[in-house]
């Protein structure tokens, strides 16, 4: 069975800090892992990597793949409140008919001021 | 365009009622998907279709049906509601395979009494 899993599932961080989500995957017939933000409503895409060791970064946010180890990670720095969000993984599964994402749980992460 | 256009917003049914969530988009694209957000979930597939006429099971199906007779339209049908389907629904469109254009609706929140 496809398996996604995010650590931890909820973190709570003072503006400023640093922090670090963990994104682990067991499937088969991996294309890529996605990573989305979603604040309340419909998520909204953040990264796509398919390629181990490329870094991907968007201002403050960051992330990497490590494709032997099975696992991809989110860095945010400098956080601020406006990073209070769910951060959900998921893994592009390659189909016969095309392709469908499974989903981790998502970590919650509150940054207070 | 409006991207991807889900109603309703919100419902209350009774179980043993059935409904429909209807799910719009007008962007062309070939692949719809539904998924299911329960309270500190990520998302699961339900159903998705990459073309009219063609539909496909996704991690959690049953109690669900779905069609797609034209490229915009992708109506979830719930049978006989019970409360383990009190969830937010959220529908997506993409192109292919290419999930960094994918687009969410803002969801329905279905309760179940």
């Known amino acids: 069975e496809d398996k996604v899993v995010q650590s931890p599932l909820s973190l709570v961080v003072h503006e400023g800090d640093t922090v670090t989500l963990n994104c682990s995957y067991e499937?088969?017939?991996?294309?890529?892992l996605l990573w989305y933000k979603q604040e309340k409503k419909a998520p909204t895409f953040l990264f796509m990597l398919t390629s181990s060791g490329i870094e991907k970064k968007s201002g403050r946010l960051s992330s990497i793949l490590d494709k032997k180890e099975l696992f991809s990670i989110l860095n945010i720095t400098a956080t601020q409140t406006g990073d209070s969000a769910v951060y959900l993984c998921?893994?592009?599964?390659?189909?016969?008919?095309?392709?469908?994402?499974?989903f981790g749980e998502g970590t919650q992460l509150t940054v207070n001021p | 365009n409006a991207g991807v256009t889900q109603t309703p917003k919100f419902r209350i049914l009774k179980i043993g009622q059935s409904m429909t969530l209807q799910c719009a988009q007008d962007m062309n694209h070939n692949y719809m998907y539904w998924y299911r957000q329960d309270p500190g979930m990520g998302l699961k597939l339900i159903y998705y279709s990459v073309g009219a006429g063609i539909t496909d099971k996704g991690e959690v199906p049953n109690g669900y049906n779905v069609s797609r007779s034209t490229t915009e339209d992708f109506p979830l049908r719930l049978e006989l509601a019970a409360p383990s389907q009190t969830s937010v629904y959220f529908c997506?469109?993409?192109?292919?395979?290419?999930?960094?254009?994918?687009?969410f609706g803002q969801g329905t929140r279905l309760t179940v009494v």
């Open positions: 499937v088969t017939n991996f294309r890529s």
């Open positions: 998921a893994v592009e599964l390659g189909e016969t008919s095309g392709s469908r994402l499974t």
């Open positions: 997506a469109s993409s192109y292919p395979s290419l999930w960094t254009e994918a687009f």
